[in-house]
């Protein structure tokens, strides 16, 4: 029997044990529902009040987070939460706000989104910006569906080939597999950057166009990016800009003045709305001229100019050849945009390039300060964010020992595995909120850590150590295959 | 340097550290003529400042508590939220983590989503669930998607309900452009007829049926037999559910659905202009290697310890990449969540209450409304907590009126079908008092 560090509600559940109350009805009785209408049994627990509250305080504890402590996981952006973004999504002017109201009662709220979209266009250099997307991997379909769109008004119905870098997210090419397309993988170079033979070879009229984030998940600003895009528009293919590792460019460059065509942003990254344990994220989506007229419906725009005296009246508005509706109603409002634009109207113009900076500075810093304990395959300056390797000659430590070893220095770990083309990945990005002592501290656990790795690897084999849990059989929940509990009663039955 | 903490003199010292003379030197891969653009934005508030401006802003809108009483539904629903659920969301280690990828510090979130499956399976009456999708319409578009994957995109043909949400519908349009397929049976004459109309359209090529519950108009069917005679021919069933409405009615789980998603903001979610909302799917066992989304399975840890991770990975597209059924990666954690918050705090027996007070102050407000001259309900079937009004003239009109007394009537469905331009769609839930749709009645009556 395995021991229970916290029941789960369902076996804190007993019978007759009462939570929030609601009140009585207020208006007169109706007969219920014809009996084969209604459900037998409701099988959910039954709890007092200040058992759910310990329930999920306990659970709390059981998390790292950013609140606690350092998260360097490459790509994710895990910079910090400004608290006060949480009270401004809350105003009961926004949280009370239904989606289908008349738009004259919800100028507010159509207001902040169409600065949102200004604001967003003018940093990234795009032409046009939907808010629609609720993730990263939902701008990206929303792009690769506009991409497929404009070749099909065009009648250019032979292009079904997508190029992929191999440093790519996951996400990018199971996108335009939902699309049916085929995805050709292009290589990178021994800088880092995409090799630029292997992208020749791939451009022909066949090419819907190709995916590149940039920096891309090395770290590493691609040297070429202009002769890349020259490339791929040559052959008739339009250029999809991963904006996952936007936050290295924030007042640094613009990816629509370096000819990106369209590219998503993903606001919980690199515009602090927070991760949620898994979400929900803001994955709004840029796009230049070419890709204008086909962004998902409705865009916020003014219906009515304004003056001196009076705001613009804002509306919705359907681009001419727009591929459709991404999701019911108009995006994540509340919990994305009001805390993007927070945090963009608290920084400004100089306040964003600061970010970048810093961002880029710890990297670096980082990268500077643990260069001779850990092979880094791409070694020039990075971006935001930089790629070791995890492994060390004469020793059967990984880069999952290492990760797990920095738990026990009371860190999160980096990225593991990830890019896939550096062997035992550890990718590290450390955002630019965190303090010169904090990247000192990682750093000085890391080279411990590597001295540990050739001296007593036992200790990188058995972490963590020092957590309330230790390393999970991943192999029993997939055989076993465990996703529901159930109360105690019904359990009984079952067994 | 709003939220930057490194001083002057420590900016110096890490640039030296890395050996460059200064913060612009990093940037040297970038193209010159495009580094360092002059952005065109106001400049920087404080926090003050900015907390001001945004209230500003929220003020500038009417909303639903404090200046508007609203019958407003149509897929996003006002229902009251137990003040535990906030506290426990406001938590920064629940909020400010990650995806639980490192199973040993993220224990907190991943039972919690564990318990969040659980609980939405036994609401539905399906095998399993996931951790959650972006929201109803992007859940249904998923079930396409398995059903896709089911039959390996041999069977083309989707049969949707006229009757599903229309932006649903337009999502699941949108999101199958590349698959080549057809969708039949969700043209408006359909949309009086019975659900076993639908029948007629389902054939051997048919993938996916896709029927929601309450339909949009509030209409209760049981769809046993849509289901069996979708299954006679090889389809797959999708129920599209009100999670409030589930509290009282039978399962579609015993009607035989293959899958039951659907929109699970009412289950302590904000309304929050639309979203972020929750997207729910639970399905068979047998289908849980095609679903998409995040799946958490109990286990144990090297001390013994019952312990939760992340499953089932290998079907996801951080590890199958093109092959994936899906692209999704982030979902909508903090709000699965809010919702098992919601239903642990109102409990078995204070989620009854909740439906039973949509369920009766539903029936009293279509009962008195259909008293009025002019008005009446368009369907003698039974509803839950939302009704499809007849007015005597267009609802557009109707709403315009209602809303100068400081009323948001209810959707017009002339927006999406033609033929109903003088029907409103009422939603009545425990938020609504007795006065509330008292007043409701007395202004439409002097209309």
Redesign the interface.
């Known amino acids: 029997m ?5 029941p ?3 076996e804190l559940s007993s019978p007759g ?7 009585a ?6 007969d ?3 009996q ?5 049994e ?6 007092a ?1 200040v058992d ?2 310990r ?3 306990k ?10 402590g350092f ?1 360097p ?1 490459g790509s ?1 952006t ?5 608290k ?1 973004n ?3 999504c ?13 738009i004259e ?5 159509l ?2 989104m169409f600065e949102l979209q200004e ?1 967003l266009k ?2 990234s ?1 795009f032409a046009g910006v939907t808010l629609q997307p ?5 701008g ?2 929303t792009g690769v ?1 506009m991409m ?2 404009y070749h099909k008004l065009k009648g250019d119905t032979k292009r079904t080939k997508m190029l992929i870098p191999d440093a790519a ?3 990018n ?11 050709v993988t292009i290589p990178s170079d021994n800088r880092g950057n995409v090799d630029l033979k292997a992208l020749e070879a791939a451009c022909d009229d066949s090419v819907v166009g190709m995916m590149l984030t940039n920096p891309n998940t090395l770290g ?4 070429n ?2 002769k890349v895009i020259e490339m791929v528009h040559g052959c008739g293919g339009l250029m999809y800009g991963d904006g996952a590792n936007l936050n290295a460019l924030l ?4 990816p629509g ?2 000819g990106f065509d369209v590219m998503h942003f993903n606001l ?1 990254k690199t515009f ?1 709305v ?9 994955g709004p989506v840029g796009v230049g001229k070419a890709l204008l007229d086909f962004l ?1 419906a409705p865009l916020v725009g003014i219906l009515e100019e304004g003056n001196d005296d009076e705001a613009p009246f804002y509306g919705f508005i359907t681009p001419k050849n727009s ?14 945009m ?1 805390r993007a ?2 945090y ?12 970048s ?2 961002a ?3 990297a ?2 980082l990268q ?2 643990v260069r001779s304990h850990y092979k880094i395959p791409f070694d020039r ?1 990075c971006m935001h964010e930089f790629v070791a390797e995890g492994r060390f000659e004469g020793s059967d430590v990984r880069a999952l020992d290492v ?2 070893r920095l ?1 026990d220095y009371g860190f ?2 980096p ?1 593991n595995y ?1 890019p896939l083309i550096v062997p035992e990945a550890l990718m590290i990005e450390p955002t ?5 002592d904090t990247l000192d501290k990682f750093a000085d656990a890391l080279i411990k850590i590597a001295e540990e790795a050739k001296n007593q690897p036992e200790l990188l084999h058995n972490a ?1 150590s020092t ?8 192999v ?3 055989r ?7 109360l105690p009663e019904d359990y009984e039955a079952m067994v | ?6 001083s002057p003199a ?2 110096e ?3 030296e ?4 003379k200064s ?2 030197d ?6 010159k003529k ?14 003050m400042e ?2 001001a ?16 009483v ?1 019958f ?1 539904g ?3 629903y ?1 229902h ?1 939220v ?1 003040s ?1 659920v ?3 969301l ?20 991943l ?5 969040f ?3 939405m ?3 539905t ?1 399906m ?3 996931n ?2 999708h ?5 859940a249904t578009a998923e079930a396409v ?1 398995l059903a896709y994957a089911q039959y390996r995109g041999k069977r083309k043909r989707i049969v949707m309900s006229p009757a599903l ?1 229309p ?2 519908r ?2 699941v ?3 199958t ?4 397929i057809e969708t039949v049976g969700d043209e408006e004459t359909n949309l009086t007829l019975s659900p076993e109309s639908l029948t007629s359209y389902i054939d051997e090529n048919t993938m996916i049926v896709i029927i929601q519950y309450p339909d949009f108009l509030g209409r ?1 069917f ?1 769809y046993k037999k849509v289901i069996d005679d979708a299954h006679a021919k090889g389809a797959l069933v999708c129920v599209v559910a009100n999670p409030t409405a ?6 579609p789980g ?1 009607m035989g659905a293959d899958m039951v998603v659907g ?1 699970a903001q009412p289950f302590g979610i ?8 929750l997207g729910f799917f639970t399905t068979k ?1 047998s289908y ?1 290697h095609k679903m998409a989304g ?16 992340l ?2 990975t290998a079907r ?9 059924t ?10 699965a ?1 809010a919702a ?2 919601y ?12 439906a ?2 949509c ?3 539903a ?2 407000a279509a ?1 008195e409304l259909s008293k009025l001259k002019g008005f009446k309900l368009f369907s003698s079937e ?1 509803f839950f907590h939302e009704f499809t009004l007849e007015c005597p003239k267009p609802a557009s009109e109707v ?1 315009q009126y209602l ?1 100068d007394h400081g009323i ?1 009537g209810g ?1 017009d469905l002339g927006n999406d079908y033609p033929e109903l331009k003088n029907h409103l769609l009422v939603a009545v839930t ?1 938020m609504n ?2 006065e509330e ?1 008292d007043a409701l009645v007395e202004v439409l009556k002097e209309m």
Request: hydrophobic fraction near 35%; charged fraction near 20%.
């Open positions: 395995a021991t229970i560090i916290e789960t509600i369902f044990r009462r939570g929030v109350k609601m009140p009805s207020d208006v007169p009785q109706t219920s529902l014809p084969h209408l209604l459900r037998s409701l099988p959910l627990p039954e709890i009040e759910v509250v329930h999920y305080v659970l709390s504890k059981l998390n790292y987070s950013v609140d606690e998260y996981l994710c895990m910079k910090y939460n400004p006060i949480e009270d401004t809350r105003y009961p002017g926004f949280l009370f706000t239904h989606p289908l109201q008349p009662t919800v100028q507010g709220n207001a902040l604001w003018e940093i250099g609720a993730a990263g991997a939902h990206e379909y569906l497929a769109a997210h996951g996400t090419p199971a996108s335009v597999g939902m699309m049916g397309m085929s995805v590493m600003f691609d040297e990016i202009e007042g640094i460059v613009r003045d370096l919980h602090s927070p991760h949620g344990g898994g979400g929900p994220g803001c998902p591929i459709g509706r991404m999701k019911a109603f108009h995006g994540h409002f509340g919990g994305g009001v634009y927070t963009i109207a608290m920084h400004g113009p100089d306040g964003l390039k600061d970010i900076q810093y880029v500075l710890n670096n810093y500077a300060k300056i990760s797990k738990m999160h770990p990225t990830f630019e909120t965190e303090n010169k963590p957590t309330k849990f230790g390393r999970m059989d991943e029993k929940a997939a076993e295959l465990v996703l529901c509990c159930w | 340097m709003t939220f930057i903490p490194t420590e900016t010292a890490m640039l550290t890395v050996g460059v913060l612009d990093l940037f040297d891969a970038v193209p495009h580094r360092f653009p002059k952005l065109n934005l106001p400049p920087a508030l404080t926090e900015a907390a401006h945004l209230n500003e802003m929220a003020m500038s809108n009417e909303n639903v508590r404090q200046d508007l609203s407003l149509a897929g996003a006002n009251y137990p535990v906030d506290h426990m406001r938590r920064g280690e629940f909020y400010t983590a990650y995806t639980p990828y490192q199973p040993e510090i993220s224990q907190g979130t039972q919690a989503v564990f318990e499956q659980s609980l399976a036994n609401l009456g095998d399993v669930s951790a959650s972006y929201d109803g319409a992007t998607s949400h932006q649903y337009d999502v349009d949108t999101y452009q590349g698959m080549g209760i049981d589930l509290l009282m009615l039978k399962t015993e929109e904000p309304i929050w202009y639309g979203g972020p909302y066992k849980v995040r799946l958490v399975g109990e286990t144990m840890d090297v001390r013994g310890q019952r312990s939760y991770v499953t089932l996801e597209q951080h590890i199958k990449r093109e092959r994936a899906s692209n999704i990666c982030t979902n909508q954690g903090l709000l969540l098992s918050v239903m642990s705090v109102l409990g078995k027996e204070g989620l009854k209450e909740v039973n007070l369920y009766q102050k029936h009293y009962n039974p709403n809303l948001l959707y425990e008092s007795k749709i």
